[in-house]
T-cell receptor, first 114, second 114 residues
C-alpha cells in the first residue's frame, strides 16, 4: 500500500526566510507526486506536480520541489517566503497504474510571521 | 478559470439521517472522486468514479455510502444513515483525462453529525 510521510507538522518562519518541507513516500512502483496547498478558508489547490522528466519541478508562486528517487523524497522548497504563504501544505502521491486515488500526507501547517 | 463547486458548504444533521452532498465538476472532466478530512487528520480517499460506475473505493466507503452522477453534471455522495464519526470535511475532485492527470478539488462541504 502506498503511504506518504510529512515530518514537519507545524513550521513557523519569518518573512524572507527559506523554506523546505519534507515529504517521503512509500510505493512499490512508479509514482506521480504532488504538492497541494490549502490557504485558510479555501480549497486544496495544486502547487506543483511531478510525472516524469526533470526531477526538479517548478510550481506557482515561486515554489519548487525535487524528486529524489533513491530517497523516495519529494521535498518542497521556496527561497524566500511571504506572509501570504501562510497555509497548510499537503504532499500526495498516486501510482501510474490503475490505482488512481491520491494518498495524502498529514500536512504541514506553515505560519509566516512579519 | 472553471472551478469545481460543492453544495452545501456546511451541513448539520442528526445521527441516523440521510445526507446528500453535491458537486459540480469541471465540464470536461471525466474522472471524479470523493475524499474526506476528519478534523486534525489527513485527507483520505473515499471513492473514484468513471463512466458512470465506481472505479475504486476505500474501506471507509461501506454500504452506507453511495455515489451517482444522475444528470451528467452533478456528482453526488449520499450517506444513508449518518454516524457521529462521519463528521468531516468532504471534498469532491475531478480529473480531465486518464486517471493519472491532476485532480482539481472543490471547496468542500463541512458535515457535522450530532
Amino acid at each position: 500500500a502506498q503511504s506518504v510521510s510529512q515530518h514537519n507538522h507545524h513550521v513557523i518562519l519569518s518573512e524572507a526566510a527559506s523554506l523546505e518541507l519534507g515529504c517521503n513516500y512509500s510505493y512499490g512502483g512508479t509514482v506521480n507526486l504532488f504538492w497541494y496547498v490549502q490557504y485558510p478558508g479555501q480549497h486544496l489547490q495544486l502547487l506543483l506536480k511531478y510525472f516524469s522528466g526533470d526531477p526538479l519541478v517548478k510550481g506557482i508562486k515561486g515554489f519548487e520541489a525535487e524528486f529524489i528517487k533513491s530517497k523516495f523524497s519529494f521535498n518542497l522548497r521556496k527561497p524566500s517566503v511571504q506572509w501570504s504563504d501562510t497555509a497548510e501544505y499537503f504532499c500526495a502521491v498516486h501510482g501510474t497504474g490503475t490505482a488512481s486515488k491520491l494518498t495524502f500526507g498529514t500536512g504541514t501547517r506553515l505560519q509566516v510571521t512579519l | 478559470e472553471p472551478e469545481v463547486t460543492q453544495t452545501p458548504s456546511h451541513q448539520v444533521t442528526q445521527m441516523g439521517q440521510e445526507v446528500i452532498l453535491r458537486c459540480v465538476p469541471i465540464s470536461n472532466h471525466l474522472y471524479f472522486y470523493w475524499y474526506r478530512q476528519i478534523l486534525g487528520q489527513k485527507v483520505e480517499f473515499l471513492v473514484s468514479f468513471y463512466n458512470n460506475e465506481i472505479s475504486e473505493k476505500s474501506e471507509i466507503f461501506d454500504d452506507q455510502f453511495s455515489v451517482e452522477r444522475p444528470d451528467g453534471s452533478n456528482f453526488t455522495l449520499k450517506i444513508r444513515s449518518t454516524k457521529l464519526e462521519d463528521s468531516a470535511m468532504y471534498f469532491c475532485a475531478g480529473a480531465r483525462g486518464n486517471p493519472q492527470e491532476t485532480q482539481y478539488f472543490g471547496p468542500g462541504t463541512r458535515l457535522l453529525v450530532l
